[in-house]
């Protein structure tokens, strides 16, 4: 067997059979590592959907549930395995860098004392007891290994959580090319759109509340993953007498025509690492309203808000006209977070270790 030169952490590969937003990252990683014919290996705890991926994992079935859990427990697949390099997309500083160079692109920790789901409930915060218990080894590996940042927001995190200097910003890759399919620069109508997975992290009752308080016409666009989540949003949208529509799973040649009508998008989850699809809607001239606690104000500050209040009054001036020159500019912008500029990048990163 050939040596292997780069190990892909990819915890998520064993989780899911789509690709979410982390996924699209080792998804970029494998793309980068195919053109470059850089033999890889993606690194998982349970066994993987994509059987296409050269792979080794621990568990002899998939496991969709305990993110958080396989993330750690990859450690036992992934030292198995003597790379050149350890290429670590789950985030987790795993110690893994007394076997092989470990590099690990990161969003904000999920202990970080940030807004969020993991900082909302008793519940979420047992569930992430584990990382607590092994904070000081988390700690370590994290001066030891090379971090790589989604975000500034991000950055700040991480630095004080493992008590580093800010690491480097990358920010992720996003589908640029494809999205720009829906940008015109026709008419569009009133109405904001809303992506996120359904599930409780992501917010998205701060949506039902935008278009309630503002009297817009709303749609919530998302995977399903959490079917007493919808049930909960569907009955405060019915509570509030939401002029919103809630569409789950929708094909993405649906997702653009959509996009194509939008005048704005409306970002809901506050304390969000980087938020791919807000360059997404950004890519098909939709003006994003974004909130200021999260990675997104870095890319659109000047339509950012503390609180729905704010992002009512964002929303109403935004809609007074078409805005055609800020729908190009918003495209403009979004071509700097390209899958291509962002393969570039990370290989700037990694060629000293693995040429």
Known sequence: MKKIKVAVIAHGLGMSRGYSGEGTIYKTFF???????????????????????????TLPFHLPKLD?????LTYYTAKKVKPDLYLNASGVP???SEIAPHVIYAGAPSIANLPSKYTRSLFWKLYLLPFRLVINKIKDEGKRAKIIANSRYSAKAIAEVYEINEPKVIYPPVDVEYFQRAYNEEKR??????????????????????AAKSGVKGVIIGSLNERDYLNK???????????IEIVTNLPREELLKVLSKAKVYFHATI???FGIP??????SGVIPIVPKESGAYEVVP???????????????????????????????RALNFSKENFKRNILSEISSIIF
């Open 94 to 96: 795993i110690p893994l």
């Open 233 to 243: 949003l569907i009955k405060l949208k019915r509570e509030l007498n939401a002029e």
């Open 31 to 57: 793309e980068m590592l195919e053109e470059r014919k850089i033999n890889y290996v993606a690194i998982s705890f349970a066994k993987p959907y994509d059987k296409s991926i050269p792979s080794v994992y």
């Open 271 to 273: 304390g969000e690492h």
């Open 278 to 283: 807000v360059i997404e809607a950004m890519a």
């Open 189 to 210: 109508e009133n109405f904001f759109v809303t992506i996120g997975r359904i599930e409780r992290g992501k917010m998205l009752e701060n949506s039902i509340l935008l």
């Open 302 to 332: 000047e339509f950012s808000y503390s609180d729905i209040e704010e992002a009512v009054t964002l929303l109403k001036s935004l809609l007074e006209n078409e805005n055609i020159g800020l729908r190009r500019e918003m495209k403009n």
């Open 68 to 72: 958080k859990y396989q993330r750690l």
